[in-house]
């Protein structure tokens, strides 16, 4: 029974079932409930210093990896805005010294590919133009003496001619006509 402070033991002494005497001890517990009162308050003190030492690295990790972030997050900001190009200044050896040479590698990129995709669509653009210009010239060049073939060829079918005449204009003047007309299909066409 250890509620009135003191911790009892009983041992009786026996020898064959008969009882001889006993042993009866007292131990007070107070010394031992001083120790575990002041135990737990140290263990709640370390407890304690731990939270808060825990607490402020968490803070301390916190900022810096915020502060970073930050600048990664404007640094997109940037790109999206002013396009490819743009590079952070983060000098470290870290992880996050490592996402800003990948950011930096994929801005420089972003932004020679950028430069190669818009001189291909300049040449592009030159190429259509020349195309259209051609596809003008080769329209008028094409075209007009073709017209006037055929214009000769019917003003020679009026005329008086001999059967075997007659059939060589129409056969030049049915050829000209599909000439004329596959011209026309492949200019329009391109």
């Known amino acids: 029974n250890v509620d009135d402070g ?8 026996e020898s064959d079932g008969l009882e ?22 140290t263990i709640s003190s370390i ?8 607490a402020i690295c968490s803070f301390i990790l ?9 600048q990664l997050s404007f640094a997109v900001k940037k790109v999206r805005t002013h396009g490819p190009g743009f590079q952070l200044k983060i000098k470290s050896d870290d992880e996050l010294g490592d ?3 990948a950011f930096n590698d994929m801005s420089t990129s972003l932004s020679k590919n950028y430069t190669d995709i818009k001189q ?3 040449q ?13 010239s080769m329209s008028h060049e094409i075209r007009t003496p073709m017209n006037g073939i055929l214009g000769i060829l019917s003003l020679l079918r009026e005329t008086e ?10 056969i030049a003047s049915t050829s000209g006509e599909l000439l004329l007309s596959i011209i026309n299909d492949i200019l329009d066409f391109s």
């Open 20 to 41: 001889y005497g006993s042993i009866s001890i007292g131990f007070t517990t107070s010394s031992i409930n001083s120790m575990l009162t002041d135990a737990k308050k």
């Open 120 to 122: 291909a669509r300049e």
């Open 161 to 170: 001619l001999t059967k075997d005449q007659s059939h060589l204009v129409n």
């Open 99 to 101: 996402v800003v040479k």
């Open 124 to 136: 592009a653009e030159q190429a259509s133009e020349s195309k259209s210009r051609f596809l003008a």
């Open 47 to 54: 407890a304690l210093i731990e939270v808060i030492l825990v």
């Open 6 to 13: 003191i911790f009892d033991t009983y041992y009786p002494i």
């Open 62 to 70: 916190g900022t810096y990896l915020t502060k970073h972030l930050y």
